[in-house]
């Protein structure tokens, strides 16, 4: 057991540019989440995967974000036309399927910087 | 709404203080609570968690919380803290209707050595 682990961990972007993160779970987590926090606050759901399918999206995540996980393993995070706004740490957690364990395991993170 | 509240932004103590961090959430149903702790340059880890039983929950490197419903609260305590305890900590809470973990704002823990 690796661990959840994203790539990049870091990225700096200018204002417009596309970009596309990635995580991958620790293996047999059928459950997969993306997180955003920001400088002194704590992780915001963004969305939710059980297995391939995109089960729950948050309100924060806008138009301009899109969230895949096509064979239910790995997922990847693409938010397009970047702002500044964006800038933030970018976090997935992963969920065993067992019924009544509901503990989220994090990874590192990629840190998003919009210039 | 749901929410989580943790009332403590920064705290410092000196080494072998007690220690107690507050969170309170809002009232949802039934709930399964949370304590994060990312240290300095690493990743959110799980420091304990309440799903049902025991309202005094146990958790790692001496750390302990309580459940107490009637507050809507689960604070955090460890008896006497050490400098490596410096990091941030977040309260958390599932809701049994929902299938996403809330989380405070976090609290700042500094240890004077």
């Known amino acids: 057991d690796t661990g959840v682990s994203q790539n990049p961990r870091h990225k700096i972007t200018k204002r417009g540019q596309n970009v596309t993160f990635r995580c991958d779970p620790i293996?047999?987590?059928?459950?997969l989440y993306w997180y955003r926090q920001t400088l002194g606050q704590g992780p915001e759901f963004l969305t939710y995967?059980?297995?391939?399918?995109?089960?729950?999206k948050s309100r924060l995540l806008s138009d301009r974000f899109s969230a895949e996980r096509p064979k239910g393993s790995f997922s990847t995070l693409e938010i397009q036309r970047t702002e500044q706004g964006d800038s933030a740490m970018y976090l997935c957690?992963?969920?065993?399927?067992?019924?009544?364990?509901?503990?989220?395991?994090f990874g590192p993170g990629t840190r998003l910087t919009v210039t | 709404a749901q929410s989580v509240s943790q009332h403590n932004h920064h705290v410092i103590l000196s080494e072998a203080a007690s220690l107690e961090l507050g969170c309170n959430y809002s009232?949802?149903?039934?709930?399964?609570l949370f304590w994060y702790v990312q240290y300095p340059g690493q990743h959110l880890q799980l420091l304990l968690k309440?799903?049902?039983?025991?309202?005094l929950v146990k958790g790692i490197k001496g750390f302990e919380a309580e459940f107490i419903k009637s507050k809507f609260s689960f604070n955090l305590r460890k008896p006497s803290v050490q400098w490596s305890d410096t990091a941030e900590y977040f309260c958390?809470?599932?809701?049994?209707?929902?299938?996403?973990?809330?989380f405070g704002s976090g609290t700042r823990l500094s240890i004077r050595p």
């Open positions: 995967f059980q297995n391939e399918a995109q089960l729950e």
């Open positions: 009232y949802g149903g039934t709930v399964n």
């Open positions: 958390a809470v599932k809701y049994s209707s929902a299938s996403k973990i809330i």
């Open positions: 293996s047999e987590h059928n459950r």
């Open positions: 309440y799903f049902s039983g025991d309202p």
């Open positions: 957690a992963s969920r065993t399927p067992q019924g009544g364990v509901h503990e989220q395991y």
